[in-house]
């Protein structure tokens, strides 16, 4: 996992914050991005895509075991 976040200012003078999330089972498979108007929404928002990546690769195994379950019980005969 990498995380990138840096402040910058509105026209009008407000600031606020960027934030870059790098995640996946290489570190960089999945790229999420946003604002935030403080420091604690950031890393809430980090938090909250880096649970919905997770959740999303978590639901892919399950499967991919699932169809190797239902594969080896088709082919016994090669075991």
């Excluded at 108007?37 to 892919?60: C, G, H, P, Q």
Aim: hydrophobic letters at 35%; glycine letters at 4%; one cysteine or more.
């Amino acid at each position: 996992m990498k995380i990138n976040i840096s402040n910058h200012f509105s026209p009008e003078g407000q600031e606020y914050y960027r934030w870059e999330l790098w995640d996946g089972p290489n570190d960089s498979s999945e790229h999420a991005r946003g604002y935030a108007v403080d420091l604690i929404t950031a890393f809430s928002k980090l938090m909250e895509w880096r649970e919905r990546i997770n959740a999303d690769y978590a639901v892919e195994v399950a499967k991919d075991l699932e169809t190797l379950k239902e594969f080896t019980k088709a082919n016994e005969s090669n075991c």
